[in-house]
């Protein structure tokens, strides 16, 4: 559970913790966010989340609320503090609060920082990697800076709703040209008829995943081969394998795309071994 969440200067409890009602994150989606995974008490790349972060911020032209040593004790403090060994942390900054207007405020504002974390059932997690997760394939409707980690998350939240109601975990997310993007929040992979790990290059249609980059590290260090290419639909209801990354949920197996089985139905050899492997390439904080 949380308890404490750290709020513009203060750590004060979930219960009581706040932002202004003109909070420009509430009213205009002006905001961007970052969630890292929770291992064994530490921040998993840490220092690739703070990269993208001040990215994300810098093109929007959203200072950064303070510097990325002085936002890491904020993370850790807030680990600490709610105890959580195995979870997520949550970290957001909006552009700050004003009168209701488009216009960006000449002279800019105060950014709002947000920052808590909360533990997640690691049994429960394993359970699911261990039978694999179906994904719905759907048409991405988001706009064109999707490498941007903006809450302006309702497509990614309407994409997960309807392919919950379709007995799915992920929506995979499909462009005009019937290529799959992304997940709504996860990056997309596919093992394909000849072994090669495939996923979509960065760009403007997908978020450059952490985990996407770390697994990458894996890979080179694995001597897997791997290409990124954007690929097709009907590509991955015949791979071998597939899978999702994120840092929920490092590297989660797909078993199913719009209720077809991925190879034989049952989470891929090769998908299992990077799972079981993406801590040690991952960077632990202290
Ligand atoms: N794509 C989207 C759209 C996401 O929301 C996420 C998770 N935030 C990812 C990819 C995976 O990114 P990461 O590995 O940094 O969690």
């Not at 203060?10 to 291992?39: N, T």
């Not at 392919?163 to 929506?171: C, F, L, M, N, V």
Request: aromatic letters at 6%; charged letters at 25%.
């Amino acid at each position: 559970m949380t308890r404490i969440v750290y709020v513009n200067g203060r750590y004060l409890p979930y219960g009581e913790a706040g932002v202004h009602v003109e909070d420009r994150g509430f009213q205009f989606a002006d905001s961007i966010y970052e969630v890292c995974e929770i291992y064994g008490g530490r921040l998993v790349d840490e220092a690739r989340h703070m990269e993208r972060l001040e990215r994300s911020l810098g093109e929007l032209a959203i200072p950064m609320p303070m510097s990325r040593a002085a936002l890491g004790q904020i993370m850790r403090q807030i680990v600490r503090r709610n105890r959580v060994a195995t979870g997520l942390l949550y970290l957001q900054v909006s552009r700050g609060s004003a009168p209701r207007d488009f216009s960006i405020p000449a002279g800019g504002l105060k950014p709002t920082l947000v920052c808590l974390a909360r533990g997640l059932d690691g049994d429960k997690r394993e359970a699911r990697a261990n039978a694999g997760i179906s994904v719905s394939t759907m048409p991405d409707i988001r706009w064109g800076r999707c490498d941007i980690k903006t809450v302006m998350l309702l497509p990614a939240v309407l994409a997960k709703n309807e392919a919950a109601r379709d007995g799915s975990y992920e929506a995979w997310l499909v462009d005009a040209e019937g290529f799959v993007t992304e997940g709504a929040s996860s990056n997309a992979w596919i093992v394909d008829k000849t072994g090669t790990l495939v996923t979509r290059p960065t760009g403007n249609a997908i978020l450059p995943g952490v985990t996407r980059r770390t697994l990458l590290d894996l890979l080179i260090r694995e001597n897997v081969p791997y290409s990124e290419r954007p690929f097709h639909v009907d590509e991955a209801r015949h791979a071998r394998e597939a899978f999702i990354t994120s840092a929920s949920g490092t590297v989660m197996p797909v078993v199913a795309i719009d209720g077809a089985p991925v190879g034989n139905g049952h989470p891929g050899q090769l998908t299992l071994r990077l799972r079981s492997k993406f801590h040690q390439a991952a960077k632990l904080s202290s």
